[in-house]
């Protein structure tokens, strides 16, 4: 081989050398010099140029891209901790959050998609994804995009087959039905009924269920489910979201089928419609069962909080849970105990599964001969439906049941029980049955504590065990007291880490929904949970067992007493609580940065899962962005809250009521402390045709002081010196259509339930029709920069700036926040 050759191919090492480039030097050789002689020819040595920049980046990429991949490379190690995650089943819960997106993306869309088009694209993703996995390629972009599809057509499937009618407006009718729940209350009796016929409402027209409360002796005689009756009531549309961004009734009844809510006139009439459906008549001995056993333990307890907890904890129903109780238990971080969840289901069927076990264990025969621990979980997986079914079925009792019946299918198949894959099995079943439940509280923290809680203690236990192989020897053997001290001390520490664990994988999804915290949650735990561990549920498992014999007297003092002293510690910790927990309503944004600081903190391979500090400092930055809005209108158009000139909310209302608690609470005000936020007379005057109300402002001139000629408020606009602090903005309640032409005029925001007239001069008109179509509203004003802006308060109604931008497109400034339940579009509105 020439040298020529040689300087262009390889190197005496045998390794290639890439050709020189364009500019750089030209070198015959280490030994060459100026002047040397070489093939007759003096070498000559030419004037050494940098390389290009356009050379020298490819050059980097090369390099870049050939330790990516190399054995001890990024990518490599990339790959392995893939592999690692797949191998532990992470795998199917990544599959099942790409399918939770998919659900949630259809609540986000501007319209309703067409359920063809969308089954269409999902068949389309996955035949491209198996036909990636034939060739041998991964696909995984094709099977992301075809998990997430398949979320939004189970989400479009889903409205399409519960779509049913809603009542356009309210309406005094005679309606005939049969009767599906019947819950008793404090004020009487709250009846779910499937409509048979309503009149005047044409068959298209009518709902498929209405719920109805009935007012009166709740102790009267009680309607039992699968009865027909006829009643004359009241009926409105299922009310929406009383913030933006709050809990929406008309979502969740929309999902359940009913159509209409109101009350009745009087007592309702039974009347003979024929057979009640079959599913109606299952439900109603399953009814007729909680009932009864609702009915025994208040023979047992009498009527007292115990009771009413104990009747929670075995059937389900709260409704006679007072409220005090019921606060006292949120504030301490206790309520988790009233939904019936993985506890109360492990504790249930568990005691079901080794009771059967040790009778089975009895016979040497069949110790020896036959799987008992099969048999057993086939008895206790029979006891967790029969949990399931006279405990109500909520979403936390369902993720409960699914988790129970895949631990004991691993018993059964000898697989390892609590791992993330059978979490993720039971979202996707859940989700693909009912996708609206991805929206519900219950279900978000529900399984966000699992989550956490399996993610941690698999990471506990891997570490324990890379220690114990690392340790010399076993330890000597420890005496009886010494192994109890220890085990007492490890259940010990056990419980406050899954308190600390399920707190936080919970905390910032409760104060989202219901803009409260339990700061001191953990002590409520580390003292209650052990009573409702080892006294109260194995207590109400034994009176359940004993109730056919009529011998559940006993175990039913045992859990009666453990649950006043739970209560009593709920009670003592939530006094010690500041401002009962409540902290006001926080960001979403910032919100959905925690839960994916979450979710990469427990799905992400090892090694990559400090990268979750991201998303946490970026929710620390959202949350301090967060801004609470400076005005809020009800969606019935008859209350608001303003912000006065100390920037405090108050509301037009009285405190007490249910709209302004949720909105005073979202504010960040305990109930202590309501009475003190209503509008003061100082900041609103009102007539029998409108009121008038001073928003923000500096103190002084009050509008209404001086009566108009027409006896009315004057509502004409007062000069505002500049610098003085937020603008004053006139806001008028409009009770009578009498009162447009004037305030039209002369106020910024009019905000009434009737319908405006089109002409009216209003910066801003929230009549009847806008706030039918919208739902509540929340307003956020903007000082403006220029000093002469605040002449007049016309000239100084701020640009209304939204928490989110509607859904449905119709933003700009300025723009109002309609964020009904997550900014979800609204396909129960009736049209």
């Known amino acids: 081989m020439s040298r020529a050759d040689k300087d262009e191919g390889e190197n005496d090492d045998g390794r290639r050398l890439p050709a020189a480039l364009p500019g750089q030097l030209a070198d015959d050789g280490p030994s060459a010099a100026p002047g040397r002689a070489g093939g007759g020819k003096a070498g000559r040595r030419w004037l050494a140029l940098a390389p290009l920049p356009l050379a020298d980046l490819l050059a980097r990429r090369r390099r870049a891209r050939t330790r990516w991949h190399e054995s001890e490379g990024p990518g490599a190690r990339f790959a392995a901790a893939i592999a690692e995650s797949l191998a532990q089943g992470r795998g199917l819960a990544w599959a099942a959050l790409a399918f939770t997106l998919g659900i949630a993306a259809y609540f ?196 007292t909080p115990a009771a009413a907890l104990a009747i929670a904890l075995i059937t389900g129903d709260r409704s006679l849970i007072p409220e005090p109780v019921t606060e006292a238990l949120r504030t301490a971080g206790l309520a988790h105990i009233l939904a019936i969840s993985g506890l109360h289901m492990a504790l249930f069927a568990g005691s079901v599964f080794f009771v059967v076990r040790a009778l089975l264990a009895l016979s040497p025969h069949l110790v020896h001969e036959r799987r008992i621990d099969a048999w057993a979980a086939v008895a206790a997986m029979s006891a967790a439906v029969f949990y399931l079914g006279i405990s109500g079925g909520s979403i936390a009792t369902q993720r409960a049941f699914l988790m129970i019946v895949l631990v004991f299918c691993g018993r059964i198949f000898a697989r390892r029980a609590l791992t993330l894959r059978n979490v993720a ?165 910032g919100t ?48 608001i809250a303003v912000r006065d000139a100390a920037g405090d909310m108050r509301v037009s209302a009285r405190p ?56 009315r408020p004057d509502t004409t606009p007062r000069p505002v010196a500049a610098g003085q602090g937020p603008p004053v903005l006139l806001v008028s309640l409009v009770r009578d259509s009498a009162a447009f032409e004037e305030d039209c005029r002369k106020v910024d925001i009019i905000v009434s339930a009737l319908i405006a007239p089109p002409g009216c001069q209003a910066s801003q008109v929230f009549d009847g029709a806008r706030l039918a179509r919208d739902g509540a509203v929340a307003l956020y004003f903007s000082v403006p920069s220029a000093p002469g802006a605040l002449a007049a308060s016309r000239s100084t109604t701020a640009h209304a700036q939204a928490v989110a931008p509607s859904s449905s497109g119709r933003g700009g400034a300025p723009a109002v926040a309609v964020n009904p339940s997550y900014g979800v579009r609204r396909p129960w509105t009736p049209r």
């Open 108 to 303: 986000r869309l501007p319209s309703e998609p067409l359920v063809p088009v969308v089954a269409l694209a999902a068949a389309l993703a996955w035949a491209g994804w198996f036909a990636s996995a034939r060739r041998g390629t991964h696909g995984l972009v094709l099977l992301g995009l075809a998990l997430v599809l398949s979320g939004l057509f189970a989400g479009a499937l889903r409205t399409a087959l519960v779509s049913a009618p809603v009542i356009d407006r309210a309406r005094s009718v005679t309606l005939t039905g049969f009767v599906e729940e019947a819950e008793r209350t404090d004020r009487g009796t709250r009846l779910l009924l499937r409509v048979a016929g309503i009149e005047r409402l044409a068959p298209e027209k009518t709902p498929y269920r209405v719920r109805v409360s009935l007012r009166g002796d709740p102790e009267g005689e009680r309607i039992a489910v699968g009865e027909a009756l006829r009643l004359r009531a009241r009926l409105m549309p299922p009310s929406a979201a009383v913030m933006p961004g709050g809990y929406d009734f008309a979502f969740r009844a929309f999902f359940d089928g009913i159509g209409a809510t109101g009350f009745a006139f009087g007592a309702p009439n039974r009347i003979d419609l024929g057979p009640a459906p079959v599913p109606l008549r299952l439900k109603a001995g399953i009814a007729s069962l909680r009932q009864a056993i609702a009915a025994r333990i208040i023979a047992a307890l009498g009527e």
């Open 656 to 711: 007490s009521g249910f709209l302004p608690e949720v909105w005073l609470r979202a504010e960040g005000i305990s109930v202590q402390h309501h009475r003190d936020r209503r509008i003061g007379a100082g900041d609103m005057r009102c007539d029998k045709l409108a009121c008038v109300v001073r928003a923000h402002g500096p103190p002084g001139s009050v509008p209404g002081d001086t009566p108009a000629a027409n006896g």
């Open 425 to 589: 099995i039971a979202v996707l079943l859940i989700l693909a049955v009912l996708p609206e439940a991805l929206l519900d509280p219950g279900f978000q923290m529900s399984f966000a504590a699992v989550i956490a809680l399996i993610a941690a203690y698999e990471e506990i236990t891997r570490r324990r065990a890379a220690r114990e192989r690392k340790a010399p020897m076993a330890p000597p053997g420890r005496g009886l007291l010494q192994a109890a001290t220890s085990g007492a001390a490890g259940w010990f520490w056990g419980l406050l880490l899954t308190s600390l664990i399920a707190g936080l994988a919970t905390g910032a999804i409760g104060a989202y929904h219901f803009h409260r915290i339990s700061p001191l949650g953990t002590l409520g735990n580390l003292l209650a949970m052990p009573v409702v561990t080892l006294v109260v549920m194995p207590f109400a498992v034994l009176a359940l067992a004993l109730l056919p014999f009529g011998l559940e007297a006993l175990p039913l003092a045992a859990m009666g007493a453990g649950i006043d002293l739970v209560v009593a510690m709920a009670t003592w910790v939530s006094s010690l609580t500041p401002e009962d927990g409540v902290i006001g309503a926080p960001s979403l944004a």
């Open 592 to 639: 959905l940065a925690v839960v994916a600081a979450g979710l990469i903190a427990c799905l992400a391979p090892r090694g990559y899962r400090p990268a979750a500090v991201l998303p946490l400092a970026a929710s620390v930055l959202l949350y301090a962005q967060h801004r609470q809005p400076d005005m809020l209108i009800s969606a019935t158009g008859t209350t």
